[in-house]
């Protein structure tokens, strides 16, 4: 989930998973070791399954056997086991940890009591959510100027790019990693990067989408966004 609020142009953003998802690690505290595992079945992983053997992505090599889908089943294999390594996203606020438990808890306690459908969001945990400090945010700001759960992640969305610690700033992973002033591009081969603008923390907005940016690279304003513009 992603909010606006004052003094906070490059949005909070934060991310909420099912209880059942995945074992979930103390932050910082995750190692892929042989000898660590959970002994309970979860949807995205096999009990008993060893640390070592988690959040691995299936690539061609010789260990390391490429994905395929199987049409009729519409299955996947070989099947990633999955473990969310920080379980408030390596929050590093005073009381950060303790203020996440909480608001899942009393937020758990008011949805199981609400009439269907909205009962079923007592079945979600939050993660955390990370953002920089107010009126911080500049053409330079990245992933390193987060604060908050400044290595959050989301199993089903970030499995392969989930950062175990929050130290040093310079290696940790989060949503700024991606959604920041530098221009994006999804045409291949792409065009030359322009200059950093606050513009160009969404996607939605890039080069190539139909919602881009007008600008030198498009040349040109879409009226309306053109959802079937052919190449």
């Known amino acids: 989930m ?24 103390a932050d910082n505290t995750f190692t892929p070791s042989a000898s ?29 056997p490429q994905l395929r ?14 473990v969310l390594e920080n379980q408030t996203g ?3 606020q005073p009381n950060g940890v303790g203020n996440i438990f909480a608001i899942t808890s009393q937020a758990q306690g008011i949805l199981a009591k ?5 009962s079923t969001f007592a079945n979600y945990n939050l993660i955390g959510t990370v953002w ?4 911080s945010y500049n053409l330079n700001s990245d992933q390193t100027s987060a604060i908050g759960s400044v290595t ?21 992973v989060n949503c700024f990693l991606c959604h920041n002033p530098t221009s994006y591009s999804f045409q291949t081969p792409p065009p030359a990067k322009l200059p950093n603008r606050l513009i160009a923390l969404s996607h939605v ?5 139909p919602y881009e940016v007008p600008n030198s690279i498009s040349g040109q304003l879409l009226l309306r966004p053109d959802l079937f513009r052919r190449k």
């Open 2 to 25: 992603v909010g606006y609020t004052e003094n906070h142009p490059e949005f909070l953003w934060g991310t909420f998973e099912l209880k059942k998802n995945s074992p979930q690690t």
């Open 36 to 64: 660590r595992s959970d002994s309970n079945n979860y949807t995205l992983y096999k009990g008993g399954t060893p640390f070592s053997q988690v959040n691995v992505p299936a690539q061609p090599g010789a260990h390391r």
């Open 69 to 82: 889908l199987d049409p009729a089943s519409q299955k996947l294999t070989p099947a990633t086991n999955a």
């Open 90 to 92: 390596g929050e590093n």
């Open 114 to 118: 609400s009439k269907a459908p909205q």
């Open 132 to 135: 920089m400090k107010a009126n």
């Open 152 to 172: 959050l992640a989301n199993t089903t969305a970030e499995t392969f790019v989930q950062a175990p610690k929050n130290t040093p700033m310079a290696n940790v």
């Open 205 to 209: 907005l890039a080069a190539g989408s």
